[in-house]
């Protein structure tokens, strides 16, 4: 009785053993850089964040600033630097909220299932029938714009559709036959829940946080620009453009670089979102092509 | 020149995403006539199904033909611009899948299906192809032969839908006609039925044919040629009367060894001695999904250190036994009890001395375990859970474990994903094993293996038995195993136990007119054997054999 021979374990370098495609090796990279700003920014901003360093607003590239001058005369590169952080840490705690709620609900009601799910989902529904935006304004237009109360708005706007996968991710793997076996030997709820049915469904859910993100970034530059996302003087990408919009009929660039920088960083983490799932599935596309 | 297929020196290479390319067919040579039947057998991951295919010049994705001549109809089929070759396809050489409810769409009815080839082709119009179609399924013996074609996939039967593919295969009369495990997946009484009608149409039309199957039994009904493979390589080649009576390599007496007398070749049993009290009893379960009642009254008695062997086709409620036993699926009448004590209905609401002592092994080891946990915990958690195990004695036990499956210690670091279907099956028995139980309920634990491996785990089951007194409920649609494994018989269909006894009861004359059904439709290693059932099944009259 003899079995398959050892499955020979590859030994790699880490990097390689990743598989990266050069569309996810550019997108981390600028990611990367985005991150490494947001850390050293204030040290390495040539000027203060509400600074005015010009008399002369909206003055071109290479005039007052580097990249310019605002309307007020700040210097847009510096507003951009310390943008980055205020841009990326909100977009970071409100997705981590979007799935604290949405992943335990949808995990409570695929697990829980009968009444708690039915009750639950009804609820998610309703909210999904509104536009998002519509229902973020009337709560922030309510409970007034602090920062906590846009974080939480837009994490529990966004957390219906991550409810909605998990509950779904819940339910296919909850009938697998381990998780079966789990249930046969007597294990709880909990155990059920963090050590069979969640590690199984870390691939989709890593995607989907990605997707999340970019999704956060835009709607909270997206509020910022409504003028009721994060206010001034603070930096913040969404709030560059809507500062600087009028701008844009003087020939001044002040709002379309904040643009083009929400535009690279939530184009870099699609591509990543995309490498990972089809790496997750298989053959990257690239890599299919490359054959 | 009658040559339809020639495949000289073909080498398939494939390879895991973003890898290298690694052999799985190498040095492969074989012909077809017109009108022959040569059979590739062999284990799972022998490359009997990749070969198969290139005799459509097709490759799966992810692999590539490296090197290799293919020859249809006198022509090198590797050599022609891949749209032509797409046009033979379905024309010159057509293709029936293991799984035909897979493989038909449902949204279609299947009259058009069977039709599509050849309309594709520009044979005919749609309405001569129709009638072409019913003259198929006349010869196929399919049931309303005028009006199966207007049914959905759902409504019609496995193994009426499999004999539709094969009608779909031979709708443009191919010159070859592959045939890819096409039995498989259905019943020993419905195989039966299908076989037949392939064996028809084949004889009928003179076509050549390429049957893959690991399953001797049904090669040696069919096939006029045998080509064993192992590792993508032929191991013998030669007439299917010389490959079963005298296999002359190593492999092939072992192929031929593994296979298990039919159950009434069985030797007189000396009889049993007093049967010991039952460990496991159920009594008069009924059990319902909604409004469907799966198992009607259903009584089952298991004797400490026995083996309950419990047969019947799929749909009959076997399996739904063992999850009502093991409280999985809520009953709605009746009692369990082990060593006496009821059992509450719900797993939940068991006492964990009682959930120990009953463990259940599932039939697909591949979904069973955990991909994302170590062979070490997969095992570890039992004993921590049970027998609250920790650190070194823990590991100690699972290395004890591994080596009782015949499996290496070396595998508890290893993740199932890097074990094959065999070494699954064993970690799955002993993360049962572990909980040191008193029953195991085994729910079709080798159906998904080929013969050898199978043959491998239950050797092991009966080991286990005799060392550790351990009584199962073996649930099997595999007569051979049971009979030669099972002490007790229990017979299902629809729900009901229609035979019940001691294995040499049920299995020798006189027997139920089911159980008969059932042992007469297990395929005999002889050849001639499929023509005997049939006259057999012609004589008998028919209210018997619908049990």
């Known amino acids: 009785m003899s079995d398959t021979p050892d499955v020979s374990i590859q030994q790699t370098s880490t990097l390689s053993r990743l598989r990266l495609t050069w569309t996810a090796a550019i997108a981390g990279f600028i990611l990367l850089i985005w991150i490494l700003l947001a850390v050293v920014g204030p040290w390495i901003a040539p000027h203060g964040e509400a600074e005015i360093i010009s008399p002369q607003t909206f003055a071109p590239i290479g005039e007052g600033g580097i990249l310019g001058t605002d309307k007020l005369g700040r210097d847009v590169l510096s507003r951009l630097i310390y943008g980055v952080r205020t841009t990326l840490s909100l977009a970071l705690i409100t997705t981590i909220i979007t799935f604290v709620f949405g992943v335990a609900l949808g995990f409570a009601a695929a697990i829980l299932k009968g009444g708690f799910d039915i009750v639950v989902s009804r609820i998610v529904e309703a909210f999904m029938a509104f536009p998002s935006t519509m229902l973020a304004l009337v709560v922030i237009g309510a409970f007034g714009t602090s920062q906590t109360v ?48 969640l590690p199984n469904c870390m691939a989709p859910l890593i995607a989907e946080f990605g997707l999340r993100f970019t999704f956060s970034i835009l709607f909270l530059s997206g509020l910022s620009f409504l003028g009721l996302g994060v206010q001034e003087p603070a930096a913040d990408w969404g709030l560059m453009v809507q500062e600087n919009v009028g701008g844009l009929f003087l020939g001044s660039s002040a709002a379309l670089i904040p643009a083009a920088c929400i535009a690279s960083l939530t184009v870099s983490m699609n591509l990543l979102v995309d490498w990972f799932q089809q790496r997750q599935q298989g053959e990257t596309v690239l890599e299919k092509i490359d054959e | 020149m009658n040559t339809i297929l020639t495949i000289k020196n073909l080498r398939v290479e494939g390879r895991p995403p973003g890898g290298a390319y690694v052999p799985i067919v190498r040095d492969v040579s074989l012909s077809v006539k017109k009108g022959e039947v040569l059979a ?23 692999c590539r033909i490296a090197k290799g001549e293919v020859w ?31 493989s038909f769409n449902p949204a279609l009815r299947i009259g058009r299906q069977v039709i599509e080839a050849p309309l594709w082709h520009g044979r005919a119009d749609a309405s001569s192809l129709t009638q072409q179609a019913k003259t198929l399924y006349r010869k196929l013996d399919l049931p309303n032969p005028d009006t199966i074609g207007d049914r959905f996939p759902h409504q019609v039967s496995g193994g009426q839908l499999q004999r539709l593919m094969a009608a779909m295969a031979m709708s443009c009369s191919p010159d070859l006609l592959i045939l890819d495990e096409p039995t498989t997946a259905l019943d020993v009484t419905t195989q039966v039925e299908v076989l037949k009608a392939f064996k028809g149409i084949i004889h009928d039309q003179g076509t050549a044919a390429i049957y893959v199957t690991h399953d001797l039994a049904v090669v040696a009904q069919v096939a006029d040629r045998i080509l064993v493979l192992k590792n993508g390589e032929i191991v013998e080649e030669g007439a299917t009367e010389q490959i079963l009576h005298e296999p002359q390599h190593d492999y092939t007496k072992t192929l031929m060894a593994a296979v298990r007398p039919a159950p009434h070749l069985l030797p007189q049993p000396a009889p049993a001695a007093e049967t010991p009290p039952p460990v496991l009893s159920a009594r008069n ?17 298991v004797p400490k250190g026995s083996v309950v062997g419990v047969i019947g086709e799929s749909g009959s409620g076997k399996s739904t036994l063992a999850r009502v036993i093991a409280g999985l699926t809520p009953l709605k009448k009746g009692t369990v009890t082990l060593e006496g004590q009821t059992l509450p209905h719900n797993v939940k ?47 100690e036990r699972i290395a004890e474990l591994l080596e009782l499956v015949d499996l290496p210690p070396s595998f508890a670091s290893r993740y199932p994903g890097e074990l094959s279907g065999g070494q699954k099956q064993r970690v799955n028995l002993a993360r049962a094993l572990a909980a040191e139980p008193k029953v195991i309920l085994c729910d079709e634990v080798t159906s998904a293996l080929d013969t050898v491996v199978a043959a491998g785990v239950i050797e092991l089951l009966k080991s286990l ?28 269909q629809e729900g009901r136990v229609v035979d019940q006894g001691p294995a040499e009861q049920v299995f020798r ?19 001639g054997w499929l023509e005997e059932v049939q006259a057999g099944r012609d004589a008998t009259p028919s209210h018997l054999v619908q049990g």
């Not at chain 2, 590739?40 to 992810?62: D, N, Q, V, W």
């Open chain 1, 150 to 197: 846009l974080v939480l708005t837009v994490g529990l706007v966004m957390s219906t559709s991550v409810f909605r996968v998990s509950r779904a991710l819940g339910y296919d793997i909850g009938v697998m036959d381990f998780v079966e076996a789990a249930r046969a030997r007597g294990e709880g709820t909990w155990w059920i829940l963090t050590r069979e049915i």
């Open chain 2, 40 to 62: 590739l057998i062999g284990e799972s991951g022998s490359g009997k199904s990749t070969i198969s295919l290139t005799a459509m010049g097709f490759a799966r994705p992810g």
């Open chain 2, 72 to 102: 249809l109809n006198g022509r090198d089929i590797m050599q022609i611009p891949p749209a032509e070759r797409h046009a033979l396809r379905g024309d010159e050489v057509s293709y029936v899948a293991q799984s035909a409810a897979a």
């Open chain 2, 285 to 301: 379960v009924t059990a319902a999904y909604g409004a469907v009642t799966i198992l009607h009254d259903v009584s089952v008695d």
């Open chain 2, 349 to 395: 609401d068991r006492g964990r001395q009682t959930l120990q002592d009953c463990q259940i092994v599932f039939q697909m080891a591949d979904t069973a375990l955990n991909p994302r946990q170590r062979i070490r915990d997969i095992l570890g958690r039992p004993l921590e859970f049970y027998k609250g195990l920790k650190g070194q004695k823990r590991s």
């Open chain 2, 465 to 492: 038995r005799d060392r550790l007194g351990i009584s199962y409920i073996f649930i099997s649609h595999d007569l051979s195993t049971i009979a030669d494994f099972a002490d007790q018989i229990v017979v299902m």
């Open chain 2, 509 to 527: 004359p006189p027997y139920h007119p089911y159980t008969k059904l059932l042992l007469t439709s297990v395929p005999k290693m002889r050849q």
